[in-house]
């Protein structure tokens, strides 16, 4: 609910408030270029350092972003709402559709460098999926890019013992992907979790990513469990924060 | 999975990936002062800036807390894992027990600054509960300190036609909070939706949640409905990104 003021108090707080108030309303459209320090210092009659506050203060919220040279603008990106239920839904990928059609529909998604290879687990993934000290995983990294916006690098880990020489193991597992492939082996997950954090980048993420200054990462750790309870995959997931709502849904 | 390192190739990356290592290990436990510039540079023989970055990395991802005028500390508040499903299930709140139960067990929690009123419903919170243009909606206002660190402020809006005049409207709405009392009136929630999105946060949040420079917030807007698929409650809630593990599980 990004449209209530909270800043009230301060004169950057009232100018951020007006602004924010102009691009929720539309009157600046996603795309559209918004004043920049000189226009808000001559409009409102304030110091240089007020009118960059305020201005930081959109671009914390996601709502801006700054064309170097040229202006700051309304986010013209429209946030992916990424439905974790239905998404992994077995009619999703047990009828042969990748999980990404809930999230993108008709949005132009590039997945690029899918890397798969065969590893000994690290230790933290060999604890999620309850693997032995030397045991081996398939392991498969890709990075997703909507509309060209780099949105999440992934690194799935699944068991070799399952995995090893099948189609999880090909750079394009095939229609429903991985999820269709395990059921295909008798290991079709069940349950899921995921475990969501929020953080600062690291420098090789702002570089993956793409992110703009002060744009925080979300971390997914999936956990896919076949229906005996036995782990199948783990999959280690940052996400470009400005570039998602989360939805969960659940019964009492 | 904070323990693998991503920032091969630069020497604040070296330097950053070896304290991490040394944290994540217990070399250095919550709590124990890690070393600072000067022992950096003088340990790596590089710049105060080559140090500062490498310092900076770990605070970002939320490893370690600023003492001013002390040192740098490996943060010692253990995240909260919020378990949504368990928490909100109605063996919970149906059991007349705090949904924080299920959050913070033996912690120390304080709940601050409860205000309740009647006010007319915004315009974002008449859309999600469905609410004509005039409608009043009760609120209520209030802040999470766990452990003597504040955690989530929270806003909730329930229909004024539902909650006016009830225990709802008290400060304390008794033993399973405003959920065992809105299933009383005959509204027990069946279903909930939680939309997650991270950001930075805005001035008044970095006060009123205490946040460390580079720390996120995380919002979550969730809609409780009743069985009928009326949406009863919507709760706008602000979350220090460093203070929680957001935890969901589902089925395929």
């Keep these: 609910m990004g449209s209530r003021p909270q800043t009230k108090g301060t004169k950057y707080g009232e100018i951020s408030d007006d602004l924010r108030e102009r691009i929720v309303s539309g009157e600046y459209p996603p795309g559209a270029q918004i004043p920049g320090e000189d226009d808000l210092m001559s409009e409102w009659g304030v110091a240089r350092e007020t009118a960059r506050k305020a201005l ?5 919220e996601g709502l801006t972003e700054v064309h170097r040279g040229v202006g700051i603008f309304v986010r013209s990106f429209s946030r992916i ?8 839904s077995s009619e999703q990928w047990g009828g042969g559709r990748s999980i990404w059609d809930a999230d993108v529909a008709e949005r132009a998604l ?33 990075r997703y890019v909507v509309d060209g916006t780099p949105v999440m690098t992934a690194v799935s880990y699944l068991p070799a013992d399952i995995a090893a020489g099948t189609a999880i193991a ?22 899921f979790r995921e475990e969501v954090v929020s953080r600062m980048p690291r420098p ?6 793409r992110l703009d200054v002060g744009t925080p990462v979300i971390t997914i750790a999936r956990t896919a469990y076949a229906a005996d309870g036995r782990a199948v995959e783990f999959n280690d997931m940052t996400l470009n924060a400005a570039a998602y709502v989360l939805d969960y849904r659940f019964s009492a």
């Design 56 to 60: 930081q203060v959109l671009r914390n």
């Design 110 to 142: 590039d997945v690029e460098g899918v890397a798969v290879d065969e590893v000994k687990a690290p230790e933290d993934v060999a604890r999620v999926l309850d693997l032995g000290p030397d045991a081996m995983v398939c392991r498969r990294s890709r």
């Design 170 to 191: 090909e750079p394009d597992p095939g229609p429903g992907g991985i999820y269709a492939r395990l059921a295909d082996l008798g290991f079709a997950p069940a349950e």
């Design 81 to 88: 709402r990424r439905d974790a239920v239905r998404r992994l």
């Design 204 to 209: 090789a993420e702002v570089e993956s990513l």
